[in-house]
């Protein structure tokens, strides 16, 4: 069982950035890929960005590349986002996932989730 515990959300201008992170309780946190999605008002989940185990291989959805970045510490049992250049469409609940299998990951099939971090960005 993996437990997720997303942290650093809340409100930013627009431009401005913020830094998600998520912990995960579990001594085999390097044996998953993880990512972050996200659900404004009114729509559906979305697919944010994804890593790797290790860390090499890093993917992002169009509307975030360039802007995001996702990385990953496996000594602390911790994934990041990075936000920059916060648009207010980037406003929405972000969530973490994770899976043995990067695809899952990716398709929004994962079997760990976490509760999920407000954040908004107003104009």
């Known amino acids: 069982q993996v437990q997720l515990v997303e942290s650093g959300g809340g409100l930013a201008l627009a431009g401005g950035s913020l830094r998600l992170s998520c912990v995960a309780s579990t001594r085999t946190f390097s044996g998953h890929a993880m990512g972050w999605f996200r659900q404004a008002p009114g729509k559906e989940r979305e697919f944010v960005a994804a890593?790797?185990?290790?860390?090499?291989?890093?993917y992002y959805a169009d509307s975030v590349k360039g802007r995001f970045t996702i990385s990953r510490d496996n000594a602390k049992n911790t994934m990041y986002l990075q936000m920059n250049s916060l648009k207010p469409e980037d406003t929405a609940v972000y969530y973490c996932a994770a899976d043995g299998e990067l695809q899952a990951v990716i398709a929004g099939r994962s079997n760990y989730w976490g509760q999920g971090t407000q954040v908004t960005v107003s104009s």
């Open positions: 890593i790797s185990w290790s860390g090499v291989n890093t």
